[in-house]
């Protein structure tokens, strides 16, 4: 049984390091465009807006953001984003020396959760029909919670990674 434990840890801990990774590139280009366009070449704007339009994802279309989500883009920006670059290599190393990173993890995943529950919202109470933006059909809704879900899947194996586990990494998990 403490096998099974350790291989699902260990397994965690290698899909949150992808997540972070990953979660980097896709908040400069696509998340900070939304707020920042003078810093995008207008071809990468053009190609991010067309995207969206035929896939139905509703927040990249948009020409003005709703306030409240540009609040959680300009959070994601200031606040995330420096964590994304720490929990890469916290989670790449995943040293005990790192066992310090417990409450910022509790804190990001759920702030990252919490976010997700108004823009879920926006998405799936909102009327798009006849909007250039945004889920047309229930196809294009499934597709789009598809994904977002990783963003709501992951923080929360984050966050109970972070609530179980008292020290993060052990000895023998380190890596120099």
Same mark, same amino acid.
């Given at each position: ?39 995008h ?5 053009e $190609? ?10 509703? $927040?990249?279309?948009m020409?003005q ?6 609040? =959680? ?13 720490l ?23 759920t702030?990252?959760?919490?976010? $997700?529950?108004? =823009?879920?919202?926006?998405?799936? $109470? ?8 945004g ?13 977002y879900l990783?963003?709501?899947l ?12 008292e ?10």
């Open positions: 049984m403490a096998g099974l434990k350790d291989f699902a840890i260990k397994a965690a801990d290698w899909l949150l390091f992808v997540y972070f990774l990953t979660h980097i590139p896709i908040t400069l280009v696509f998340d900070m465009q939304t707020v920042y366009k003078d810093l070449p207008k071809w990468l704007l $190609l991010i807006k067309e995207s969206a339009r035929d896939s139905g994802e509703p $927040l990249l279309g020409d953001l709703p306030v409240w989500l540009a609040a =959680i883009i300009y959070n994601e920006l200031l606040v995330q984003l420096p964590f994304f670059f929990a890469t290599l916290v989670f790449f190393k995943q040293s005990p020396q790192y066992n310090w990173m417990r409450i910022p993890c509790i804190i990001y995943s702030m990252a959760m919490s976010f $997700l529950l108004p =823009i879920f919202a926006f998405m799936y $109470l909102t009327d798009f029909t006849g909007q250039p933006f889920p047309q059909t229930p196809e294009q809704q499934l597709a789009v919670l598809g994904m990783p963003y709501l992951l923080p929360f194996i984050l966050f109970w990674r972070s609530v179980l586990c020290r993060m990494w052990s000895q023998k998990s380190k890596r120099s």
